[in-house]
C-alpha cells in the first residue's frame, strides 16, 4: 500500500506541475472540482442533475481550462516540451480529451435520431425522459472513459500505475479544491501564471 500511495502523490505532483501553470486553468478546476463533488451527491438523487453537473459544467469548465488557457510553450519551470508532456502524459492528454470530447458532444444528437440508444434504453415518453436517457448515455461515456484508460495504462504501466490513475481521477475533486481554492484570488491579483519555481523547488 505505500509504493500504491507514493504513486499517487507522484501522480498527483506531476499533473499539477506539468498541466496547471495558468491561474485561469486552475480557477476553472476550481468550479469543476465544486461541480464535480455535487455531481457525486446528486449521482443518487437525480442522476439527471449529476450528469448536467459533471459534463456540462465540470467537464466543460475543465477541458476548456487546459485547450484555452494552458501555455502550450516550452515549460522552463519543468525543462520540458509540450509535445514532449503530451507523449508523457499519464492520463488523457489534448489529443485523447478531443476524442473523449467529441463522443460526448455527439452523443445528443444519436440519442436525437435513435432515442433508445439502439435499443439499450427506454423509449422516452417526455422530454424529462429524454433526459433521462442523455443522463444515462453521458454518465456511461464517464465511466468507460475511465475503465478504458486504466485498463489501457494496465498495459502500458502495470496494474498499480492503472489503479492509481484511476483512483486519482476519482478523488481529484476533493484534492484540487485544497490545491486551488487560493487560485481565484490571486487571479484577481493580476497573477495569470502560478509561480511555479518555488514549489518545484520545494517538493523536488
Known amino acids: 500500500m505505500k509504493s ?9 505532483w506531476d499533473d499539477h506541475r506539468y498541466y496547471h501553470h495558468s491561474r485561469i486553468n486552475q480557477s476553472l478546476h476550481l468550479v469543476s472540482a465544486l461541480s464535480f463533488l455535487g ?3 446528486m449521482l443518487f438523487i437525480d442522476p439527471v ?4 453537473l459533471s459534463w456540462g459544467v465540470a467537464m466543460v469548465s475543465r477541458q476548456s481550462g487546459h485547450f484555452f488557457f494552458e501555455p502550450k510553450g516550452y515549460d522552463h519551470v519543468n525543462h520540458a516540451s509540450h509535445e514532449h508532456k503530451e507523449d508523457i502524459k499519464v492520463g488523457y492528454n489534448l489529443r485523447r480529451k478531443v476524442v473523449l470530447m467529441a463522443i460526448w458532444a455527439a452523443s445528443p444528437f444519436v440519442l436525437y435520431f435513435d432515442p433508445t440508444l439502439f435499443g439499450l434504453l427506454a423509449a422516452p415518453e417526455s422530454d424529462r425522459g429524454f433526459l433521462y436517457n442523455l443522463s444515462v448515455t453521458w454518465i456511461a461515456i464517464g465511466i468507460g472513459g475511465l475503465l478504458f484508460r486504466t485498463v489501457h495504462l494496465f498495459f502500458l504501466m502495470g496494474v498499480q500505475s492503472g489503479l492509481v490513475w484511476a483512483t486519482k481521477i476519482l478523488t481529484d475533486p476533493f484534492h484540487d479544491v485544497k490545491l486551488y ?7 484577481l491579483r493580476g497573477e495569470l501564471i502560478d509561480p511555479m519555481h ?3 523547488g520545494a517538493n523536488a
Open 49 to 52: 442533475v449529476s450528469a448536467l
Open 181 to 187: 481554492h487560493r487560485a481565484p484570488l490571486a487571479l
Open 4 to 12: 500504491f500511495f507514493e504513486e499517487l502523490r507522484t501522480q498527483r
Open 198 to 200: 518555488a514549489q518545484h
Open 39 to 41: 455531481a457525486y451527491v
